[in-house]
C-alpha cells in the first residue's frame, strides 16, 4: 500500500509564493506520473500539473509560467513551486501518483488549503 504524505500550503497574500512537497511512502516503483490537482469550494477537482518520470511536464494552462512542478526520485517526493499567487488559486490542493498519463490518480494525498487573500 502506498501513501502520500503532504506538506505546505497556508495563507498567502496575493503576488506571494508557496512551496508544496508530497512524499510516497511504500513501493512506487510502477508509478509513473505525479501530479497536483486543486479542488475551489463548488468546483470540480481540476488538474494543475503533472511530471512523468523522464521530467516531462504538464500544466494547466491557468498556472503555466506561475507554477513549476518538480519531483526526486530517489526521495520518492514531488514539489509545487507556486508563484504570483492569485485570490483564485485558493483551493484545496491534493498530490496524486498515477501508472499513465491519461488514467485517473491511483492514489491521494490528504489535501492542504491553500488560501490567497489579503
Known amino acids: 500500500q502506498v501513501q502520500l504524505v503532504e506538506s505546505g500550503g497556508g495563507l498567502v497574500q496575493p503576488g506571494g509564493s508557496l512551496r508544496r512537497s508530497c512524499t510516497a511512502a511504500?513501493?512506487?516503483?510502477?508509478?509513473?506520473?505525479m501530479g497536483w490537482y486543486r479542488q475551489a469550494p463548488g468546483k470540480q477537482r481540476e488538474l494543475v500539473a503533472d511530471?512523468?518520470?523522464?521530467?516531462?511536464?504538464t500544466y494547466a494552462d491557468s498556472v503555466k509560467g506561475r507554477f513549476t512542478v518538480s519531483r526526486d526520485n530517489a526521495e520518492n517526493t514531488w514539489y509545487l513551486q507556486m508563484n504570483s499567487l492569485k485570490p483564485e488559486d485558493t483551493a484545496v490542493y491534493y498530490c496524486?501518483?498515477?501508472?499513465?498519463?491519461?488514467?485517473?490518480?491511483?492514489?491521494w494525498g490528504q489535501g492542504t488549503q491553500v488560501t490567497v487573500s489579503s
Open positions: 511530471i512523468g518520470s523522464y521530467g516531462i511536464t
Open positions: 511504500g513501493s512506487i516503483f510502477s508509478i509513473y506520473v
Open positions: 496524486s501518483l498515477k501508472s499513465t498519463w491519461r488514467s485517473s490518480p491511483d492514489y
